[in-house]
Nanobody, 112 residues
């Protein structure tokens, strides 16, 4: 199983949107649930969202419900996290996890 690679982070203003991507070089996402986690400075890593291997089921943490959407493109071996209405408290390093393998993370900074 290969380490997934996250991308799409950046610096945005509050209210803006970003789309994070998590890509695998193999078909890991075809048979694993995939999750996004985040870790803000000085805080523990926390769950953000998860999508089932089939793509039919999704789960979200309460702070992001209604603002974030997780999806997958099997043809591209990629998981997306669409983040809308971003808030300063969404500032964190965002990590993708599949089958116990973690990516290196991508940084999201939301200014007020």
């Amino acid at each position: 199983q290969v380490q997934p690679v996250e991308s799409g982070g950046g610096l945005v203003q509050a209210g803006a949107s970003l789309r994070l991507s998590c890509t695998a070089s193999d078909r890991t996402f075809s048979w694993n649930n995939v999750a996004w986690f985040r870790q803000a400075p000085g805080k523990d890593r926390e769950f953000v969202a998860r999508i089932s291997w089939s793509g039919q089921n999704t789960w979200y943490a309460e702070p992001v419900k209604g603002r974030f959407t997780i999806s997958k493109d099997n043809a591209k071996n990629t998981i997306y996290l669409q983040m809308n209405s971003l808030k300063p408290e969404d500032t964190a390093d965002y990590y993708c996890e599949a089958g116990g393998i973690w990516g290196q993370g991508t940084t999201v900074t939301v200014s007020s």
